[in-house]
């Protein structure tokens, strides 16, 4: 089992919708959780991050942490095409040092 | 200009040659990591380095070596260089007083060894 799953989609949604990203963990020490966007050809750039149960809201982003599940949750509202990217999901696990482990990432493509 | 730069951004090369990527950044971070990036693994991290004096190996770090020169410059070297290192590699900083999940990313090198 990987330690970080997510589905490689791609997620297709129209403009406007609610774009819903899941990720799954098997490490429950995980402490702290984050989604990384990626634009074709593009380095990773941190949008969201979330350590505690529940939700973290930022504009239109909204994380969501479910630790006695190991889910992981992004949404996003009112997609846009320039939302259209892989989304990583990464957490801090592992001992000693809590290297970061990446998912392979969910391609979303946003449709005008 | 980027905060975390990395040259070269493209190279091919022939297998046994000897590669070296560098990467400098500007950001006054502490720590700074080497990843590669291959389609359906996602990044693993391949060294990192929390201080000048401080390396460690990631998880695939055979094959690979490091050097950080200074506190804002960490290269990677591909002793010699075979085709399945063909990649696209990141070099990414983080702020120690942060956590170490967020990364800051360079542009990304991709590497064709042939």
């Known amino acids: 089992q990987k330690e970080v799953e997510q589905n490689s989609g791609p997620l297709s949604v129209p403009e406007g919708a609610i774009a819903s990203l899941n990720c799954t963990y098997s490490?429950?020490?995980?402490?702290?959780f984050f989604w990384y966007r990626q634009y074709s050809g593009k380095s990773p750039e941190l949008i969201m991050s979330?350590?505690?149960?529940g939700d973290k809201e930022d504009g239109r982003f909204t994380a969501q942490l479910n630790k006695a599940s190991q889910y992981v949750s992004l949404l996003i509202r009112d997609s846009q095409p320039s939302d259209s990217a892989t989304y990583l999901c990464?957490?801090?696990?592992?001992?000693?040092?809590?290297?970061?482990?990446f998912g392979t990432g969910t391609r979303l493509l946003v449709s005008p | 200009d980027a905060d975390v730069t990395q040259t070269p951004r493209n190279r091919i090369t022939k297998t046994g040659k000897r590669i070296m990527l560098e990467c400098s950044q500007t950001?006054?971070?502490?720590?700074m990591y080497w990843y590669r990036q291959d389609p359906g693994l996602g990044l693993r991290l391949i060294y990192y380095s929390f201080d000048v004096k401080d390396i460690n190996k990631g998880e695939i770090s055979d094959g690979y070596s490091v050097s950080r020169q200074a506190q804002a410059k960490f290269s990677l070297s591909l002793e010699s260089a075979i085709p399945n290192q063909t990649a696209l590699y990141f070099c990414a900083t983080s702020d120690f007083s942060g956590s170490p999940g967020e990364l800051f990313f360079g542009e990304g090198s991709r590497l064709t060894v042939l």
């Open positions: 979330i350590y505690s149960n």
């Open positions: 950001k006054g971070h502490d720590r």
């Open positions: 490490d429950r020490g995980s402490q702290s």
């Open positions: 990464a957490l801090e696990g592992g001992t000693g040092f809590q290297k970061l482990v």
